[in-house]
């Protein structure tokens, strides 16, 4: 049986919407001292993580003028989040990694809220496409584009 999953919204199903978001968003990134959305207030774990950071090719940030830290934007036809740049060897040039779970701060090391959505992966992900078998959006993959902020 086939899904809603079976995605109109993928670079080759979608090459229209892939020409303006050319990266491939995948937003089930996880930070291993978190758990789900929670702990983000708790001074030692912000120690090791402090801020949400997008992952993304270096050679993608190279092209694009982004420097590890950067403030950066995260957009898709459904939204725009903002999170600092963090580029890697690992990633292939039309991938990015996007955490989810950033709402809260942490008053201790004067690291602000993140409100609104501003930092938040779901922002991103439309209601357009779902998995048949969850009732659930597509919450793994979106197409977006990274630009500095």
């Not at 801020?51 to 939204?79: M, Q, R, T």
């Not at 992900?125 to 009732?135: A, L, P, S, T």
């Amino acid at each position: 049986m086939a899904s809603a999953v079976d995605d109109k919204r993928s670079p080759y199903s979608n090459p229209e919407m892939a020409a303006k978001y050319p990266i491939i968003g995948v937003t089930g990134r996880r930070y291993p001292h978190f758990y789900h959305s929670a702990y983000r207030g708790i001074p030692h774990l912000r120690e090791i993580t402090p801020h949400p950071e997008v992952a993304f090719s270096s050679k993608l940030a190279k092209k694009l003028g982004i420097k590890a830290g950067d403030d950066v934007w995260i957009e898709s036809p459904f939204g725009k989040i903002t999170m600092k740049a963090r580029p890697s060897e690992g990633l292939h040039e039309r991938v990015a990694m996007i955490p989810h779970g950033w709402w809260q701060g942490c008053p201790e090391l004067k690291l602000p809220d993140n409100p609104d959505g501003i930092a938040n992966a779901n922002m991103l992900v439309g209601d357009d496409v779902f998995n048949d078998e969850f009732m659930s959006p597509s919450s793994r993959n979106v197409l977006c584009k990274i630009y500095k902020k």
